[in-house]
Nanobody, 119 residues
Framework: QVQLMESGGGSVQSGGSLRLSCIVP????????MAWFRQAPGKEREGVAS???????HYEDPVEGRFTISRDNAKNTLDLQMNSLQPADTGMYYC?????????????WGQGTQVTVSS
């Protein structure tokens, strides 16, 4: 497991943009599959986007075409660029890490950063 720290949340109006960042202060960042999850009030946590060690990305349908996940292995950072935000995107966003050999087994989580989109 590794420590993860998110930043970049905030409040925007519908149609606006935000950029979330997650830093992994220690550990070999390039060996981790990374992902963003979110949890809206009263709902279960859901996946948003993921990126493998080789850079392959995957997006869930609700954010496809609007969000972009990226990683910088030299800086140990994971980003999520969110455009055309909608009220349905409101929630707590979490950064997660999984070992490269078990890419979907996310076992490290950040504390979360709040995103609020108003109509």
């Amino acid at each position: 497991q590794v420590q993860l720290m998110e930043s970049g949340g905030g409040s925007v109006q519908s149609g606006g943009s935000l950029r979330l960042s997650c830093i992994v202060p220690s550990g070999t960042f390039s060996f981790f599959c990374m992902a963003w999850f979110r949890q809206a009030p009263g709902k279960e946590r859901e996946g948003v986007a993921s990126i493998k060690t080789n850079g392959d990305t995957h997006y869930e349908d609700p954010v496809e075409g609007r969000f972009t996940i990226s990683r910088d292995n030299a800086k140990n950072t994971l980003d999520l660029q969110m455009n055309s935000l909608q009220p349905a995107d409101t929630g707590m966003y979490y950064c997660a890490a999984a070992p490269w050999y078990k890419c979907n087994a996310y076992n490290s989580w950040g504390q979360g950063t709040q995103v609020t989109v108003s109509s």
